[in-house]
């Protein structure tokens, strides 16, 4: 039965980061179809909208997910993330990649409690289809190994 919710919890977070994600690309959710002129517009850039999630478990298959929020940084930083600016700035600096959020930053002392968390971060970098997973063992090891960045702390 547990196996069942968290499945529900999980379908329902991407049911609802998809819809997001059509929302961060389109504007709205009712916006009007693409003109035919677009395609010749100067300035067209390569989107980039990701969802971010945070969950409580070992897998991002069965993680009870407790926050999620969509990061746009094309052409501008937008979404329900508290911080998209930094958050944007962060992503650029580490060239899209999630595993390279923190590089450099100093160790933080965790305490070695086994509160296993996943974090994912999947949607558009720059035009490439990303797909990204982690898990930590607690909330302090997830910063530290952030470097205390701003893309997961929400």
Known sequence: MRYFRTLGATAFATATGLALLSTAFTGSATAEPARADAATTPGLYAPTALVLTV??????????VIRAVTLACSPTPSGTHPAPVEACRELTEAKGDFSHLGAGSRHRPCTREWEPVTVTGD????????????TYGNECELRAATGEGTVFAF
């Open 123 to 134: 949607g558009v970098w720059h035009g490439k289809r990303v797909r990204w997973t982690a």
């Open 55 to 64: 969950g409580q478990g070992e897998h991002p298959r069965t993680a009870t």
